[in-house]
């Protein structure tokens, strides 16, 4: 084993897939001699050279495009969008062609393309570079998304994205790049729809996605100390989402506190919440608890962003309300 950084995951995935398969190129917006805006990208060029790392314009809608071309001829395209916020301007592109060419041509067409983009706060980047826009994406049939908490995940599951023949949204998180964990030496894929259960515990499950893993961790950890046991349930695939994971657990703890990033309206914590509200009611001895950002466009000032957005106290609390 070796530990190694989140963004190092990703360079590593992105490296790795391209040496493996000549198929396999990429096509974004400063990704080349820049490194893209997150270094995800970097030294990328010097080794694979210009047809297989592209530079594009500033054309979301033109990215995703070229890629879905590729893609139906047979490449490997993997797009960076570089903010999630901008996905918008695609949103044609990746609604109406990419998720609906397999069916619309009777499976006979393939559509073997990731788009990465990364989301979240942290960084004071204020309401048009900070949201947490996932739900958009897992309410679209036919694209698979993938949000990772960790190194050892994020360089797992994008080997397995880039691999599939299916399209994949591939969600960041800013805050992330610099978080590290251990890896294997040997090469490794993480399958697709498939959660991981960050931490054993009887009396909660927190079901957390992206860096909201991490802050429910920290969260758990103080909790303990009080003598309450949560279990952190990560589903990294949110879209198909491994449902068994989390009802089992829920079996276990009779109690769930949702944690996501997003505004709560149609969130996917409130999916999660009505998926175990409908297969698992009878399993809750408490109200299912949802712990989100305020309904608000995100903030430019750290003291506001901090304020409407999750932290360790608001899941305590979440998690206190239904275990006291």
Sequence with gaps: MRKITYREGVLEALREEMRRDERVFLLGEDIAEFGGSYKTTQGLLQEFGKERVRNTPISEAGIVGAALGAALMGMRPVAEIMYIDFAGIAMDQIVNQVAKVKYMFGGKAKVPLVIRTQGGTGRSSAAQHAQSLEAWWVHVPGLKVVQPSTAYDVKGLLKAAIRDDNPVFFIEHKLLYTTTSEIPEEDYTLPLGKADVKRQGSDVTIVATSRMV??????????????????????????????????????????????????????????????VAEKGFDLLDAPIQRVTSLHTPIPFAPKLEKFVTPSEDKVIAAVKKITG
Excluded at 234 to 249: A, F, G, K, M, Q
């Design 214 to 275: 991490h802050l429910s961790l920290a969260a758990a950890d103080r909790l303990a100390a009080e003598g309450i046991e949560c279990e952190v349930v990560d589903p990294r695939t949110l879209s198909p989402l491994d449902e068994e994971t989390i009802l089992n657990s829920v079996a276990k703890t009779n109690k769930l506190v949702v944690v996501c990033e997003a505004a709560p309206r149609c969130s996917f914590a409130s999916e999660v919440a009505a998926v």
